[in-house]
């Protein structure tokens, strides 16, 4: 003989009660849950955004680290191929700056070449766009940095914009890897 299963139980329970209670306390209960069921959706949203956004930026420092000489053409493939891995989330709001900047005798990191996807690149000379750490500084080498910032609008966003003070999520993630194959990278 087949058990009924648990959920049937406390449905059929729930539905032949007549004091009440059950249906006041679903009543409370369920804005409640739906509440923390929508703030778990937006929660996880956040987190997957998050992650895949720093994996364009560590994963265009590596690839542009990897070769000592690159082209325009192939730079632009490059940035346009990691875009992807935000997918399926879009990519309209999605901006990388990708620099390999040199580092003065002062210490200073200036933009050697830039390139960038969703945004415009940086001119020669510029300072880098994010401080490079004094520990990774070493005069006549150069440093790749690149910043990737995205915006991301959930369908709850709106919902807890008055808990969290805006309803868009805003990253801005940036990754520094020194060249692989010698000090410098070209680029042209």
């Known amino acids: 003989m087949k058990s009924p299963r648990p959920s049937t139980i406390l449905f059929k329970r729930f ?8 249906g006041i306390e679903f009543a409370l209960l369920l804005p409640l849950m739906l509440l923390l069921l929508a703030g778990l959706v937006d929660l996880g949203q956040g987190l997957t955004v998050r992650r ?11 690839i542009i680290a990897m070769q000592s000489t690159w082209t325009k053409a192939s730079v632009s493939t490059i940035l346009t191929g990691v875009s992807s891995i935000l997918q399926p989330y879009e990519v309209d709001d ?3 700056l990708l620099c390999v900047v040199d580092i003065a005798n002062n210490g200073k990191a200036t933009v050697n070449w830039s390139a960038a996807y969703g945004t415009e690149p940086l001119s020669t000379g510029e300072e880098s766009p994010v401080d490079v750490p004094k520990k990774l500084k070493e005069k006549g080498v150069q440093m790749v940095v ?10 709850f966003s709106g919902l807890f914009e008055s808990f969290t003070g805006g309803g868009t999520y805003n990253y801005d993630q940036h ?7 010698g000090d410098t990278i070209t680029y042209g």
Do not use: C, H, M
């Open 146 to 155: 690149t910043r990737v910032r995205y915006k991301l609008d959930t369908i």
């Open 15 to 22: 539905r032949t009660g007549r004091e009440g209670a059950a």
């Open 175 to 181: 990754f520094f890897i020194r060249p692989r194959n």
């Open 52 to 62: 895949k956004v720093a994996q364009v930026s560590t994963t265009t420092s590596e």
């Open 94 to 96: 999605l901006t990388i």
